[in-house]
């Protein structure tokens, strides 16, 4: 019997991710989300990283790539290129986004193609057993970082918004239906779309658990904030590191035309149907 609900997007196997992992109140969102948008599985295109979230390739219903690890983005750009008529998302772990692939976040953003990211930053280096990642606080004592980390954890957010990204939100897996209305709005947005998404992960980051996330979050949306303000959107992306509060929801949505809509050579049918005979670059 065909599925009707949001089980339509199942695969046959079961999500191995840990009792309590905060991937699986992102899995319920992103399929929520596809079920409201109508969104059927072979309209999907998703590109998952390598990584205990990059696994989700697995659990997920739709047309998947599960790809080397930090290159999700560039995979999702030549997807959207060759079929621009395909929902194109890119899904990565704070370690394949921000460290290994932080390059294609800058550059991806500035292209401004019309492609979703969605970062389950969890703080860690998870699958290979919770190393400090980019985002990982000074101080904190990992496999990697026995004295504590050293370094300074980069704020994606900032980076993304001064790369030029066009919607730029935060989510908390620990808020799927609040995380749905997000992924819906990014899906529907018509340009580069990052959502960094806090993901307790309860076997190596003891630290940012849900109850830690429930006493420093808010929504910005309870508290009349309008996106449309690139410079409003930094201050809202530091608002932790200045006052310790996290918002959640959209902090930037700005119209800039995308990467498909200047190169002349992608209008009218998308070049999957074309051929590349269409754009004469064969005879
Ligand atoms: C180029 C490359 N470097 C390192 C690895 C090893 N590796 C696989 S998964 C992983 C950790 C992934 O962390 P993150 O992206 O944050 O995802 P999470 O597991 O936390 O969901 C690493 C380091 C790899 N597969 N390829
Ligand atoms: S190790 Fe962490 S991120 Fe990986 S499945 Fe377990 S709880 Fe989730
Ligand atoms: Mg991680």
């Given at each position: 019997m065909e599925k009707m609900g949001a089980e339509k997007f199942n695969t046959d196997f079961l999500p191995t991710w840990c009792p309590g992992c905060g991937n699986y109140g992102i899995w319920q969102a992103l399929k929520q989300a596809f079920l409201e948008l109508s969104l059927e599985p072979h309209q999907l295109f998703l590109v998952y990283d390598i990584g205990c979230f990059g696994n989700g390739a697995n659990f997920?219903?739709?047309?998947?790539f599960h790809s080397l690890?930090?290159?999700t983005l560039p995979v999702a750009l030549g997807a959207k290129i060759g079929n621009k008529d395909l929902t194109v998302i890119a899904l990565a772990g704070d370690g394949g986004a921000y460290g290994e692939g932080v390059q294609h976040l800058l550059h991806t953003a500035r292209y401004n193609i019309d492609i979703t990211f969605l970062v389950a930053n969890n703080q860690r280096f998870s699958l290979t057993a919770g190393q400090a990642s980019p985002t990982t606080k000074e101080g904190t004592i990992t496999k990697t970082t026995?004295?504590?980390?050293i370094k300074k954890p980069i704020n994606p957010l900032v980076l993304s918004l001064e790369a030029g990204a066009s919607f730029v939100a935060r989510g908390f897996s620990g808020e799927p239906e609040h995380l749905k209305q997000i992924i819906k709005e990014a899906i529907i947005h018509k340009g580069f779309a990052h959502v960094d998404i806090l993901q307790p992960c309860v076997s190596f980051n003891k630290e940012n658990t849900y109850e830690w996330y429930r006493n420093v979050i808010y929504k910005l949306e309870e508290h009349r904030y309008a996106p449309h303000n690139q410079e409003r959107a930094l201050d809202k992306a530091r608002e932790f590191e200045l006052q310790g509060k996290l918002p959640i929801g959209v902090l930037y949505k700005g119209a800039r035309e995308t990467y498909e809509d200047k190169?002349?050579?992608?209008?009218?049918?998308?070049l999957a149907k074309r051929g590349l005979k269409g754009i004469g670059v064969l005879a």
């Open positions: 997920i219903k739709t047309y998947v690890h930090g290159r026995p004295f504590g980390e190169i002349p050579q992608l209008e009218g049918e998308s």
